[in-house]
């Protein structure tokens, strides 16, 4: 079936109303990204927020989460042989995404294959099981949008990598009372909780004394991951550049705030203050201010 202007409009026009309905840590419908990219990046964002939430929301069983999850993986496979048959907008968006910026679809079976591991895995046996689900969950998002900007050598996608796995971890290390409690998930390593002592019970009121050394070696080790990514803002111009740099220095932030939190209050979600965030903006605005920032608040220096 042949897709005409109207349906491709009305698409398009569904996957931005739906992204700017959401919040997410995800460059969706910011006024700082290049107005061309706008409308590409509402799509990818709307195929991965409903793939998430088939994943997450809801009462479904996990056979029926499997399943929807499923019908995306036969949806991408339709686009890659050229004959998506379906109604669903997102879909017909995606396949104009993908044909128009040629963008590579494995990395978006990469983010399925994370959100059909979210179905049936909830705990990670050790670090280097966290990175390879962190390297389909996040650090597809990152390639992608360099691929919509035609940024790819292999350094870029490197630091985009250790980006995007910087703040997924951060993400984690920030939720963990509120992912156990509500999802039954925990991304600490359970060969390294096992040391601590502690029962994963404990994580609602931890010991500090027995937690503190684990969590500041997560953060840490996150911080040698960012400090290998972060210059990537700098050789991104524009606004993409823009975009880039301050989402970047966001994570550095919260993990700056994360680690100077008292041993009492580890666990303790921190938040970013208005002004906080003005500040980001601002400093983002500029390569230089950026590179020096974000190196003072690095605790790990390269």
């Known amino acids: 079936m042949k897709t005409n202007e ?14 700017k309905n959401h919040y997410e840590n995800f460059p969706v419908a910011s006024v700082l990204l290049p107005k061309r990219l706008r409308k590409p990046i509402s799509v990818i964002y709307a195929f991965a927020r409903t793939a998430d939430d088939f994943a997450d929301e809801g009462d ?13 993986s036969q949806g991408l496979q339709q686009i890659r042989n050229h004959n998506y048959q379906g109604q669903d907008p997102i879909f017909i968006a995606l396949a104009d995404v993908i044909q128009y910026h040629q963008l590579p679809i494995s990395l978006l079976d990469d983010l399925l294959s994370a959100f059909k591991q979210d179905v049936v895995k909830s705990r990670y046996a050790n670090f280097d099981e966290v990175l390879d689900y962190c390297s389909r969950s ?14 790819t050598n292999d350094e870029q996608l ?23 409690t509500e999802s039954d998930r925990i991304y600490i390593p359970q060969d390294e909780l096992a040391r601590t002592g502690l029962k994963e019970a404990d994580l609602i009121n931890p010991d500090s004394q027995k937690i503190t050394p684990l969590i500041r070696s997560l953060y840490q080790r996150t911080e040698r991951i960012m ?30 705030l994360l680690r100077e939190q008292d041993d009492e209050n580890l666990l303790t979600r921190p938040r970013l203050s208005q002004f906080i965030f003005s500040r980001i903006m601002i400093v983002s605005l500029f390569k230089g201010w950026y590179v020096r920032v974000c190196y003072l608040l690095l605790d790990y220096k390269t």
């Open 6 to 19: 109207t349906q491709l409009k009305q698409a398009y026009d569904y996957c931005q109303k739906l992204a």
């Open 60 to 72: 479904a069983t996990q056979s029926e989460r499997l399943q929807q999850l499923d019908s995306y």
């Open 138 to 151: 996040a650090n597809p998002v990152g390639r992608l949008l360099l691929h919509l900007v035609g940024q």
């Open 158 to 180: 490197k630091q985009s990598d250790n980006v995007c796995t910087a703040l997924q971890l951060i993400n984690f290390y920030q939720d963990i009372v509120q992912d156990y």
């Open 227 to 256: 400090a290998d990514g972060y210059e990537l803002g700098v050789y991104l111009d524009g606004r993409m550049g823009w975009e880039v740099r301050a989402m970047t220095l966001g994570g550095i932030k919260t993990l700056a």
